[in-house]
């Protein structure tokens, strides 16, 4: 496990930087990431480069036995190539034009900026290529950030018709497909399909699914067109991107094949604020939501099945939330252990030192504005220390996953187009689900529904809106096969064009369910929302979601026990096919009935899991090793069937507090909170 720092050399005095880099190595930091946002400063006017600083800086990196990230600074075009090229820029949604004076305002299928990409990363990659201290490169910095990956410009409106014409065989293809005839949206060429624009009452959705497919995969082929730049001048290098958390708008999966290392930005305590259904607790604003981060760091890791980076970690309070708040006491060692737990091989904290100008002001570095450690400094420098002994000369290997959560990024498009419900968002049912199976200690994989699902005991599918008929014949082969299936409501609604099938939900399913969905219903909060069990007297709450479910073949599990229309009618059904079964629940489950999906769920598999943690307490299994994390305020006690050996803490777990012992700790595993 390395950490390492983002560091900006470029905002400091020259005689400062080896005090810099010497404190870097004093904490057990191993890598430095630099450049990202350097362009003007390389190139200061066109042709006329400047390399020196960074040349001094890299030189000294490696004194001291470090080694350097190298980022293409792609994301922050300087002002006399914007005047240049104007036509570079993006456009909005609206047709307004993005600015000089951020970020990410350039255009990804802008030919003259692909020239200039091409130029800029020639010139770099030659000056660094023989340095051994450079020991891979950052593709750009999140793609994406602040709404850019989906641009409306003259340039991506050809991109797309050129799109288009190459997915269908004609005009008539696509308007078939579609479903044009409705309101007479149908083209007589290719040419006449235009970027959506603002209209009275939105856009075809078949449309915008196309739309927001072709935006991605325009990030997908320039980041391949760096890769590619990167590769043919030092193929030895590994080359990276960092992605951001539950970013909805491009295709990770997609991207990552052509990384050799998969990295995300993690801000546990903005995160929290942003992405969260409810208001966040104290604790969670003061160390954030494991599972939040924990369904990142498994959908990163899962990308390409192999370790991960934490290329940006919090580091201390952050300017973009709308409260800045200062994390616990110990929290970012925590987040370097939590992270470690779900297969990072690799933890920067984001950014050195607080900065003195610009819009990241705000921003805390490991060392304040004036230098000196800062908080964070000195929860880097422990986790540093332990992480090191933890994992010894031969490191820590990759992560064991029996189950799998399939992660749609064409239903997750769909979903948020057409939501249905106010309050439905994709990733907060992926959380429902993840968060329940993390909470019985389980280790989960996040792939898209592609993925050989063979290697898994079980597979959860918490809302597979667009279902192909390739995705169902591999799912009935996988449940025949003796596979454990959960499917979670709001599944196998539609095609692949984003247009209702004419068979009922599940659509392709349906067999394998052994069901249908008769009707749904979406409930704000006020209204009752109970189920329960039919062999029982167990009450579970639900939200947001209810589907009447006809069973046909399978068994019915859960009943609406409600006052109205729902009460007595189907909620959830269990069919078993083949050698395995299928569960399919139309709710979207609280926490105690996510619970009771999957516990039963883990028992059939076969899939060994512990009693179930309190929220913010998570255990966690690596090659051997197991973790508990504490993201709470409260101290617990661990309770296991073995004379656990630590290498990190004891049983005793304190507020934001990490242990780790050199055992794998299941089954008869539990924690009970202290009295303080």
């Not at 947001?544 to 109205?564: F, I």
């Not at 990190?648 to 507090?657: K, M, N, P, S």
Request: charged share 25%; net charge negative; hydrophobic share 35%.
């Amino acid at each position: 496990m390395n950490l390492g720092v983002c560091y900006f050399p470029e905002h400091w005095p020259r005689e400062r930087w080896e005090t810099d880099i010497q404190a870097m190595a004093e904490a057990g930091l191993e890598y430095v990431r630099m450049a990202e946002f350097s362009w003007a400063v390389m190139e200061p006017e066109r042709g006329e480069f400047n390399f020196e600083w960074l040349d001094e800086v890299v030189e000294l990196i490696r004194e001291y036995d470090m080694q350097a990230v190298l980022c293409t600074p792609t994301a922050t075009p300087p002002k006399w190539l914007v005047d240049e090229h104007p036509e570079i820029r993006q456009e909005t949604f609206d047709g307004t034009t993005l600015e000089f004076g951020s970020r990410r305002h350039y255009c990804f299928n802008s030919d003259a900026y692909r020239e200039e990409t091409d130029r800029i990363i020639t010139e770099m990659a030659r000056r660094y290529a023989d340095n051994p201290a450079v020991a891979g490169w950052q593709t750009d910095n999140e793609f994406g950030c602040h709404e850019t990956v989906r641009c409306y410009c003259d340039d991506c409106e050809a991109a797309f018709r050129e799109w288009l014409a190459e997915k269908y065989d004609s005009i008539e293809d696509l308007n078939e497909s579609w479903g044009n005839r409705f309101w007479s949206q149908q083209y007589t060429s290719f040419d006449e399909i235009d970027a959506p624009g603002p209209t009275p009452d939105g856009h075809h959705p078949a449309r915008l699914l196309e739309y927001a497919r072709f935006s991605s995969d325009s990030v997908v082929d320039y980041n391949a067109f760096q890769a590619d730049l990167l590769r043919e001048i030092n193929s030895d290098w590994f080359v990276t991107h960092n992605f951001m958390g539950h970013f909805s708008d491009l295709n990770a999966f997609d991207v990552s094949q052509d990384l050799e290392l998969v990295a995300w930005d993690s801000y546990p305590t903005g995160f929290v604020q942003e992405m969260s259904p409810e208001e966040p607790t104290v604790d969670e604003l003061r160390a954030g939501n494991p599972d939040q981060l924990g369904l990142n760091h498994d959908l990163y890791r899962s990308a390409r099945d192999r370790p991960f980076w934490v290329m940006e970690q919090q580091p201390g309070d952050i300017n973009w939330p709308a409260q800045g708040t200062q994390p616990a006491d110990g929290a970012m060692r925590l987040w370097a252990h939590h992270a470690s737990a779900h297969g990072a091989d690799g933890v920067v904290y984001f950014r050195w030192r607080r900065c003195l100008e610009g819009q990241e002001q705000y921003h805390a570095g490991l060392r304040k504005q004036d230098g000196s450690p800062d908080r964070g400094y000195h929860d880097a420098t422990q986790a540093a220390s332990e992480l090191a002994d933890i994992g010894g000369e031969d490191g820590v290997g990759h992560v064991d996953t029996p189950v799998a959560l399939l992660f749609d990024y064409d239903s997750c498009w769909a979903l948020e187009d057409q939501p249905h419900a106010p309050d439905f968002d994709y990733w907060q049912l992926l959380e429902s689900f993840h968060g329940a199976l993390r909470a019985r200690g389980v280790q989960v994989d996040v792939v898209p529904p592609s993925t050989d699902l063979e290697v898994y005991d079980a597979v959860v599918a918490p809302a597979l809106h667009l279902v192909t008929d390739d995705v169902a014949t591999r799912l009935e082969a996988y449940v025949a096969a003796g596979g454990e299936l959960l499917l979670g409501p709001r599944t196998g609604v539609k095609d692949a064009y984003n247009k209702l099938r004419p068979k009922l939900q599940p659509g392709p399913l349906a067999d394998l369910v052994g069901a249908t969905v008769d009707q749904h219903d979406t409930l704000p909060e006020g209204i009752e929302t109970t189920v329960s069990r039919v062999d029982s007297d167990e009450t579970y709450a639900f939200r947001t979601w209810a589907e009447w479910l006809e069973a046909d073949n399978a068994e019915p599990l859960l009943t609406y026990e409600m006052d109205g229309i729902e009460d007595g009618r189907t909620a959830a059904v269990r069919n078993t096919v083949g050698k395995g079964s299928v569960v399919y629940c139309g709710v979207w489950p609280e926490a105690d009935l996510a619970d009771d999906l999957v516990r039963p769920l883990l028992a059939r598999a076969g899939v060994e899991y512990t009693e179930r943690f309190p929220d913010g307490v998570r255990i966690t299994h690596r090659d051997g090793r197991t973790w508990v994390t504490n993201f709470t305020s409260n101290a617990y006690r661990l309770e296991t069937n073995v004379d656990a050996d630590w290498i990190v803490g004891d049983d005793t777990l304190e507020a934001f507090d990490v242990a780790v012992a050199d055992d794998e700790l299941t089954g008869t595993v539990r924690v009970d909170r202290l009295e303080t």
